[in-house]
């Protein structure tokens, strides 16, 4: 028996976004802050006005 109440659907990936962050910190300086060795380069992070939100605005 087939149930034909629900048609069938789809969903496709038509395309995706992305944002990084404008501010960058230094690995070296979070280790510092933790007491522990933070690694190398630098890691970026948001702004105090940089939500989610806003950066998925930026990505799309």
């Known amino acids: 028996?087939?149930?034909n109440t629900h048609p069938k659907?789809?969903?496709h990936?038509?395309?995706y976004g992305?944002?990084?962050p404008y501010h960058?910190?230094?690995r070296a300086e979070i280790g510092a802050a933790l007491g522990s060795?933070?690694?190398r380069g630098q890691r970026t992070v948001a702004?105090?006005?940089e939500d989610t939100t806003s950066m998925?605005?930026?990505a799309a």
């Open 13 to 15: 990936l038509l395309g």
């Open 24 to 26: 960058r910190l230094a």
């Open 37 to 39: 060795h933070g690694g």
């Open 47 to 49: 702004s105090y006005d």
């Open 1 to 3: 028996m087939t149930d």
């Open 18 to 20: 992305a944002y990084l």
């Open 56 to 58: 998925g605005a930026e």
């Open 9 to 11: 659907t789809t969903a």
